[in-house]
């Protein structure tokens, strides 16, 4: 069965850094299209970034300069690095795969809740 088993999540006094890292389990991890989404309590889900097929990474206009995602396909991970944290980052993360073969599957992780707060 697929997983996606995203950790790193937690408190954070705003300015502060974390790390987010996404594990694919059950899954050819290169052929998927890995992104990030948020959703903050009363807001509706959003993409944070993704990894285009071929292409740079894409990032949501309020974290761009602030968050990077990157990926280790040997260890099936991705990551997200978040540094100068604002308490409106403060939401429930999610891990993103979408299949890049037909039939495209879509798979979520748990969601990881990230609090930036003094």
């Known amino acids: 069965q697929v997983q996606l088993v995203e950790s790193g999540g937690g408190l954070v006094q705003p300015g502060g850094s974390l790390r987010l890292s996404c594990v694919g389990v059950?899954?050819?991890?290169?052929?998927?299209?890995m992104s990030w989404y948020r959703q903050a309590p009363g807001k509706q889900r959003e993409l944070v970034a993704t990894?285009?097929?071929?292409?740079?990474?894409i990032y949501a206009d309020s974290v761009k300069g602030r968050f990077t995602m990157s990926s280790d396909s040997a260890r099936s991970t991705v990551y997200l690095q978040m540094s100068n944290l604002e308490p409106g980052d403060t939401a429930v993360y999610y891990c993103?795969?979408?299949?890049?073969?037909?039939?495209?599957?879509?798979?979520w992780g748990l969601g990881i809740e990230v609090t930036v707060s003094s």
């Open positions: 993103n795969a979408r299949g890049r073969i037909p039939p495209v599957s879509t798979y």
């Open positions: 990894i285009p097929p071929g292409g740079n990474t």
């Open positions: 059950g899954m050819i991890f290169t052929n998927n299209v």
